[in-house]
């Protein structure tokens, strides 16, 4: 017999003892799943990505004082509400974000991306793409029937 370093007790060594399955607990497991190596996943449905360039910051709710939020998403809410229809485009946000005291190391077009998120998940602001006006299409010509003339015209 060897002692062990773990317990300091003596151990046989052999074979394992054989395990029989217990009726009782293997009825009531489920079936093992199989799973297939390089089955496509199902993807989740993502909500449409926006733009940053060219898209507009509408304020749909004003901001209560007992509000409890992040000071920077709250600056973000209060621009939004001194602005004309409370609503500016990214750049016009960004730099007003950036006349701002606030002390952070992050650029203001990160911090603009961390918050809109939350922002529009609590129904505060909606971010609306810019849409340019389309030129009208121009009319197609139209041609006219050409006066066959020849031996085959006859």
Request: with cysteine.
């Amino acid at each position: 017999m060897e002692k062990t370093a773990a317990n300091g007790k003596e151990s046989k060594k052999g074979a394992a003892p054989e395990v029989k399955p217990n009726p009782k607990i293997h009825a009531k497991m489920p079936e093992p799943e199989v799973k297939v190596v390089g089955e496509p996943k199902e993807k989740k449905e993502r909500a449409p990505r926006v733009t940053k360039a060219g898209t507009t910051y509408k304020l749909l709710m004003e901001l209560a004082e007992d509000t409890k939020m992040p000071l920077q998403c709250k600056q973000i809410v209060g621009i939004l509400s001194a602005a004309p229809d409370k609503s500016l485009n990214r750049e016009d946000l960004i730099a007003k974000m950036i006349a701002l005291p606030i002390v952070t190391r992050q650029p203001m077009e990160r911090i603009l991306g961390f918050y809109q998120s939350r922002l529009v998940a609590g129904n505060w602001i909606r971010i609306q793409p810019i849409v340019a006006v389309a030129k009208p299409a121009p009319e197609p010509v139209q041609e006219q029937p050409k006066n066959e003339t020849g031996p085959a015209a006859e």
